[in-house]
């Protein structure tokens, strides 16, 4: 199919205040600093594309999304609204350097090109998990705070919780981490130290934990990016590694395999763009990885997009998209209904099914 001509591009940016502190190891969020891109079509549809840098994960910054997508705004009027594959091989090197931007572009390609077919992003990747469910993060911060965070997900219905360690004093996520499990003794933890801890240290801390240590089911990044001698030891220890700073591409995956430093590897859109993310999750079903879709802090749209690849695909093991029921108000609509932890992809019509919210009225097409 042809496609509908790109008339103009609309970037801007999309900042949304949260209703707590987005704590992590390298630094916090209290307003997510994100990007929304516009593509208006020929036929008076659009393609809406969300760019999320997270600086104290991959050091991209609001302004550097603004400056790489005005920089090739101008060239994506006249492209016809296929598919992520319109975005000509220029426009996507001069984005390398920002992955978030580079994802955003791509989502409203592939979020346009479906409105315009008539279908969703969810059925554009194979419809196979229409329900999926998702983790939800508890981020840093104290013992007391950590344990009512886990009381209320528990009381929610969900069964994984993601807890952010790293970046305070072992004592205090040791203490965190008690207070989860015993708010919260049927959950499935999830750690996720962002690239911060030894692996002695994150192996410490597991085993610590004595008789909630078989809560913890899987440790994201627990060691620095390239630390594969790390990500080794904690895996002799039998607890099983996500790699996420540590996998940003299909070399990144090749030599994790090579050093057989993860067991698992999460995916971004955001951090390596849409059509690479494509292909890694490829190539991690052939290298025997298993699978998890997760995100920086995105609102429903971005969130709404990746759950799509992951219904679409299925076989994920793990989903991290919760980051939507942070904000205080997004001033969007559609996509997946949510329930607790529950992600339903049937209703979407047509592309990711997000539509812009402007005085109580809805715009840019809802799905």
Not at 182 to 210: F, K, M, Q, W, Y
Not at 261 to 285: C, H, W, Y
């Amino acid at each position: 199919m042809a496609g509908v001509r790109i008339e103009a591009v609309r970037i801007e940016p999309w900042n949304v205040e949260l209703r707590e502190p987005f704590g992590i190891a390298g630094g916090a969020q209290v307003v997510a600093r994100n990007v929304l891109v516009t593509l208006e079509l020929a036929d008076g549809g659009v393609g809406l594309g969300e760019a999320a840098p997270f600086p104290a994960v991959n050091g991209e910054t609001q302004a550097d999304a603004l400056a790489a997508l005005s920089a090739i705004s101008a060239e994506l009027v006249g492209y016809r609204a296929t598919d992520a594959s319109a975005l000509s091989e220029q426009a996507r090197a001069r984005l390398e350097a920002t992955p978030s931007a580079l994802c955003a572009v791509e989502m409203a390609l592939l979020d346009g090109a479906c409105r315009e077919r008539g279908t969703s992003l969810f059925r554009h990747f194979g419809a196979r998990a229409p329900k999926l469910f998702t983790d939800i993060t508890i981020p840093t911060g104290g013992p007391d705070a950590a344990a009512a965070a886990a009381a209320r997900a528990s009381a929610s219905g969900f069964q994984t919780l993601k807890v952010k360690v790293g970046g305070d004093a072992f004592d205090n996520d040791l203490q965190r981490l008690r207070r989860i499990a015993d708010a919260a003794p049927t959950a499935r933890l999830l750690l996720d130290a962002n690239a911060s801890l030894s692996a002695p240290h994150a192996i410490e801390l597991v085993e610590a934990l004595g008789r909630q240590r078989p809560q913890v089911v899987l440790f994201e990044q627990p060691c620095a990016r390239g630390d594969f001698d790390g990500a080794r030891r904690v895996r002799a220890a039998g607890i099983r590694v996500a790699a996420d700073e540590d996998a940003r591409s299909q070399e990144d995956l090749a030599r994790l395999h090579a050093e057989r430093a993860a067991d698992v590897i999460n995916f971004k859109p955001t951090k390596s763009g849409v059509s690479r993310v494509l292909s890694m999750i490829e190539q991690a079903r052939r290298l025997g990885f298993g699978l998890m879709l997760g995100g920086m802090v995105e609102t429903r749209l971005a969130m709404s997009f990746s759950a799509c690849i992951a219904g679409g695909l299925g076989g994920f093991e793990e989903l991290d998209l919760d980051t939507p029921l942070f904000m205080k108000d997004d001033r969007l609509e559609g996509g997946f209904e949510q329930r607790g932890p529950l992600l339903d992809l049937s209703r979407i019509a047509g592309g990711h099914g997000v539509a812009r919210r402007i005085n109580n009225h809805t715009s840019d097409q809802a799905g």
